[in-house]
């Protein structure tokens, strides 16, 4: 008879600030996934809906934001999550519904394993040189440092790149994470050397409604002109980017369809790639070289004209792209005159945070046995 343990029934849930995304695996074999929508005060009638008559062996959460402590897959005690309420103001619109989720669960079903993945944890292999702003050393030890994000989506691609090309997966590629909210990673050997989020998931690229990165002199001018802090958050955050380049679309769909006819969205459009080509030469040149580039997340997999026009921009690098293969969103987009290998790779975060539950609840039932 096998003493093999049976598949760990895991429930993954991403909390954010309009919708509640979860997904159920048997290991890490997905059973079901979707997407309630809900407003973060709704989140805890949404997450009890989800585990009414279910029996789970671990919930997972995905966190943004792990601090300069929380690098590692963690398990949730009292002490974690005060630590977690501690980075509110660094990422005010993830984390209280990730908080309010975990405590729904807590709450609901106490003796369950709850288990935190942070999307700032990859980027714990950042060089010292990347980590830090030219500011007084003070700061750095206090935690004023830049964190990246995206990290669960990097993660995912890096462990997929050995089955696709041997050559970016040892060497240097950049990963291209483009939806509402953007950001590139700077891989080499598969680990996080360059991204262009900081401090807060406010800097680096253009997004859907944040700004990417901005003069911090810009942002003074209105506080010294009388401007409110929650305002200036607000219009950084939430009315920004593609929204107020455009006029009020965030939509890149929308965007591409309406640059023929609208002049700020075709602004938009121009400058979101514009900044993505400019970041992507910026890693290439903190990396020392480029091998591979990578587009995931909904923009970076579903736009061909985002894909392009990006790509267009770095001719000079030697990158070209296959029209044909772009157009048909196929795996490997570049042509064979291309220096630089370029892919379109779909991320699975919730298939990285259940693997790293299945870790926990292995090790936890090898110490069990050890125990016993």
Same mark, same amino acid.
């Given at each position: 008879?096998?003493?093999?343990?049976?598949?760990?029934?895991?429930?993954?849930?991403?909390?954010?600030?309009?919708?509640?995304?979860?997904?159920?695996?048997?290991?890490?074999?997905?059973?079901?996934?979707?997407?309630?929508?809900?407003?973060?005060?709704?989140?805890?009638?949404?997450?009890? &809906?989800? %585990?009414?008559?279910?029996?789970?062996? @671990?919930? +997972?959460?995905?966190? =943004?934001?792990?601090?300069?402590?929380?690098? #590692?897959?963690?398990?949730?005690?009292?002490?974690?999550?005060?630590?977690?309420?501690?980075?509110?103001?660094?990422?005010?619109?993830?984390?209280?519904?990730?908080?309010?989720?975990?405590?729904?669960?807590?709450?609901?079903?106490?003796?369950?394993?709850?288990?935190?993945?942070?999307?700032?944890?990859?980027?714990?292999?950042?060089?010292?040189?990347?980590?830090?702003?030219?500011?007084?050393?003070?700061?750095?030890?206090?935690?004023?440092?830049?964190?990246?994000?995206?990290?669960?989506?990097?993660?995912?691609?890096? &462990?997929? %790149?050995?089955?696709?090309?041997?050559? @970016?997966? +040892?060497?240097?590629? =950049?990963?291209?994470?483009?939806?509402?909210? #953007?950001?590139?990673?700077?891989?080499?050997?598969?680990?996080?050397?360059?991204?262009?989020?900081?401090?807060?998931?406010?800097?680096?690229?253009?997004?859907?409604?944040?700004?990417?990165?901005?003069?911090?002199?810009?942002?003074?001018?209105?506080?010294?002109?009388?401007?409110?802090?929650?305002?200036?958050?607000?219009?950084?955050?939430?009315?920004?980017?593609?929204?107020?380049?455009?006029?009020?679309?965030?939509?890149?769909?929308?965007?591409?369809?309406?640059?023929?006819?609208?002049?700020?969205?075709?602004?938009?459009?121009?400058?979101?790639?514009?900044?993505?080509?400019?970041?992507?030469?910026?890693?290439?040149?903190?990396?020392?070289?480029?091998?591979?580039?990578?587009?995931?997340?909904?923009?970076?997999?579903?736009?061909?004209?985002?894909?392009?026009?990006?790509?267009?921009?770095?001719?000079?690098?030697?990158?070209?792209?296959?029209?044909?293969?772009?157009?048909?969103?196929?795996?490997?987009?570049?042509?064979?005159?291309?220096?630089?290998?370029?892919?379109?790779?779909?991320?699975?975060?919730?298939?990285?945070?259940?693997?790293?539950?299945?870790?926990?609840?292995?090790?936890?039932?090898?110490?069990?046995?050890?125990?016993?």
């Amino acid at each position: 008879m096998s003493s093999e343990l049976p598949p760990f029934r895991i429930l993954v849930l991403n909390a954010g600030s309009s919708t509640l995304k979860y997904a159920s695996f048997e290991g890490i074999e997905s059973v079901s996934q979707g997407t309630i929508e809900c407003k973060e005060q709704e989140i805890p009638s949404a997450v009890e &809906s989800l %585990l009414k008559g279910r029996p789970w062996d @671990a919930i +997972a959460f995905r966190v =943004v934001h792990g601090g300069s402590h929380l690098i #590692a897959p963690t398990l949730i005690t009292d002490k974690v999550l005060q630590e977690l309420e501690q980075t509110i103001p660094l990422a005010p619109l993830h984390q209280p519904p990730a908080i309010a989720a975990i405590r729904t669960v807590g709450d609901l079903h106490p003796h369950v394993p709850r288990i935190a993945c942070f999307d700032t944890a990859f980027h714990a292999t950042l060089p010292e040189c990347e980590k830090r702003f030219a500011i007084p050393d003070r700061f750095y030890r206090e935690g004023i440092r830049r964190y990246g994000f995206h990290g669960l989506s990097y993660e995912s691609i890096a &462990s997929q %790149l050995p089955s696709i090309s041997q050559r @970016a997966a +040892a060497g240097k590629t =950049v990963v291209c994470h483009l939806g509402n909210g #953007a950001s590139l990673c700077g891989l080499e050997h598969g680990i996080s050397r360059y991204t262009t989020m900081g401090f807060t998931p406010i800097d680096g690229l253009i997004m859907g409604t944040r700004c990417g990165r901005l003069d911090v002199g810009v942002a003074i001018h209105w506080l010294r002109n009388g401007m409110e802090v929650q305002t200036l958050e607000t219009m950084l955050t939430k009315e920004s980017g593609l929204h107020g380049l455009s006029g009020g679309i965030s939509d890149m769909r929308s965007l591409v369809a309406n640059a023929s006819q609208d002049p700020r969205c075709a602004l938009a459009l121009d400058m979101f790639c514009g900044t993505v080509a400019k970041e992507i030469a910026a890693a290439a040149t903190a990396l020392g070289g480029l091998d591979g580039i990578v587009f995931t997340a909904g923009i970076g997999e579903n736009s061909s004209v985002v894909r392009q026009r990006v790509i267009e921009r770095l001719a000079w690098l030697g990158a070209a792209l296959n029209d044909e293969a772009n157009s048909k969103k196929d795996l490997s987009i570049h042509s064979q005159s291309s220096s630089v290998e370029i892919f379109r790779i779909s991320t699975d975060e919730q298939r990285v945070i259940a693997s790293h539950t299945v870790d926990f609840l292995r090790q936890s039932h090898g110490e069990s046995h050890r125990d016993a």
